[in-house]
């Protein structure tokens, strides 16, 4: 496959699927005078916002409202968008006649020549990125984050300037394809059911984040969980042990054997890391990010960061002061002594699981969104004992009533606003309203953002 932008020019190339990710690339391809399609199933009206943004680019071809099999054959690549499931027919039936067939990730990065990190699992990513971010930069290092997020990973090859490390939040969709990848440090963070609307079994959605790992070399340094079972089993694979490896955990008992090979530990108020000879303690008393978690995710984050160069100094002052992620338990106002938190990016039940860790008693809760599959059985215990009231919303709220309706006072509403008003109206004093869906937001909106402010809008109001 091309490495070289000069060698796009006249090939033809059919992007599928007009997201941000299908804008990002078509301009990117464009630029380097390739021939570029671009294909989506929805209609013209349903994407005027992406194709405004392509009005200048007269070259590009639109394919819209369907599939054209004849287009596919005419093509010296197609490129997939990352929601975009490579088993459709028609994708078949290409590959078949000998057209090859790649996702964005697989692609761009190829063009990518400065150190690239994958940061993948199935929570954490944002916050690790965005943390690992603040310690260079505070360190006076400049990095770009993008890749699973609004910032797809074509838009660091749009931009003027360079950075000297590249970090890509990378998804389970964005591996699918992955022939030759291969990154400088992988951070993996955990490993939970999720998008079971795409994958057949937990078993394959696993197959897909294992192939971050394909091309791992002695120079590759992985940063992994130690306290998560599955992780732990990844790193047994042959193809993990080719590199180094440093471990993190919020476990004090695995200090000894962590700091012989490398890694963080978190023991009491402390931080202990040995990333080279010296073993170093960074202080965990003034953190503002709420549950244990949020540790773990500050140790691969400054694992991360110290490997490329962030300082002493610097990791400290940003495990003092970062103030988390929007939508991820962010802190929204408190009303008539009731706290509310915004946990828009809890899509899965992993993440509702390490929303209500951080909560003793008293939470209203509310969940639903885009059904995926998602067994959310796991979450009876901490139903029965923290959900004092649950509220679903969406086109999942039959299956998590099925599954938790039984340990909590429950109920189903029809819209999202419905949901918040009457969590509002069901909370005391002293109780917390959190809104972690446990679902992607696709059945009422176009994004977990969207869904966060539109929360927040509300809530604000309150008086």
Known sequence: MWKEVSELKDKKILIVGLGRTGVSLAKFLTKHEAQVTVTDHKSKPELSSQLEQLDEYQNIKFELGSHSPKTFLSQDLVILSPGVAPHLKIFEYARQQGIKITGEFEFISAFIKEPLVAVTGTNGKTTISKL???????????????????????????????????IAEVSSFMLEHVVDFSPNNI???????????????????????????????????????????????LARDPSVQRGRIFYFSRKPALEPQIMNIGGAVNVGD????RTGPEIETFSIKNIKMKGKHSIENMMAALLLAREHGATHEAVQKVIDSFPGIKHRLEYVRKVGGVLFYNDSKATNVHAVSRALDCFDENVILIAGGKDTNLNYGPLQNMIKRKVKTLILVGEAKERINRDLGDFSETYLIGTFEEAVLIAYQKSRIGDIVLLSPGCSSFDMFDSYEERGDYFKEIVKKFR
Do not use: C
Request: aromatic letters at 6%; a negative charge.
């Open 270 to 273: 402390e931080l202990r890391v």
């Open 132 to 166: 690992a971010e603040s310690m260079l930069r505070e360190s006076g290092v400049e990095v770009w984050v993008g890749g699973a997020t609004d910032r797809p990973l074509t838009n660091y090859l749009l931009q003027d300037t360079k950075a000297r490390l590249v």
């Open 187 to 233: 951070v993996f963070t955990n490993l939970a059911e999720n998008h079971l609307e795409r994958y057949r079994s937990m078993e394959d959605y696993v197959n897909a984040k294992r192939k971050v790992f394909k091309n791992t070399s002695q120079a590759t340094t992985s940063i992994l969980n130690a306290d998560d079972n599955a992780v732990v089993e």
